[in-house]
């Protein structure tokens, strides 16, 4: 501590202390920034779904939010209210296949995983999307033994996400198998 009011007070000490005190100051900012936003984010989703609960994409953000804060069920709840109003929404039954992948009920997250590749065509392809359920049908497979389909579902879910970074990095976070 010393050492810096010296610096601040020689001189060009001036220009140092200046700057620590800004780049001290820019990281301060930073930090409550990505801290605030996120809250700002689901705030505003929870105004939008108080203004209209049945808001499939209010609902479907809720959902995914719940699993990025490790509440599986309220997630699953979200996603299905979303497939009720939408049969076919595909982030919907995505967003519910994932959920009840992490609570580790795994026949639901199947019928959904299903779902989601039933419902997908080629012109409504969501490669981020479709890499992370194929990742998933992956994990399903390898539990259930079969390890070289396993792989194949591995090796084609990084090939699509290779593009999407957040899907790739979604994958390598996962780690299933």
Do not use: R, W
Request: aromatic letters at 12%.
């Amino acid at each position: 501590m010393n050492t810096l009011l010296f610096l601040a007070l020689s001189s060009g000490g001036e220009a140092f202390f200046v700057g620590v005190m800004t780049c001290l100051l820019f990281m301060g900012v930073s930090f409550l920034y990505n801290y605030l936003k996120p809250k700002a984010k689901n705030a505003a989703n929870n105004v939008l779904l108080q203004v209209n609960p049945n808001n499939i994409d209010g609902l479907i953000k809720k959902g995914y939010n719940e699993i990025s804060n490790k509440s599986y069920i309220a997630a699953i709840d979200s996603f299905q209210k979303a497939i009720n109003l939408s049969k076919e929404n595909n982030d919907a039954i995505a967003g519910i296949a994932i959920a009840y992948h992490f609570n580790k009920d795994y026949i639901n997250s199947k019928k959904h995983i299903e779902e989601f590749q039933n419902l997908s065509t080629t012109d409504s392809f969501d490669n981020s999307m479709t890499s992370i359920i194929t990742y998933l049908y992956g994990h399903l497979c390898y539990m259930d033994g079969k390890i070289e389909q396993a792989q194949t579902c591995k090796d084609n879910a990084k090939i699509m996400a290779s593009i999407f970074p957040s899907a790739t990095q979604i994958i390598n976070e996962l780690n299933l198998y």
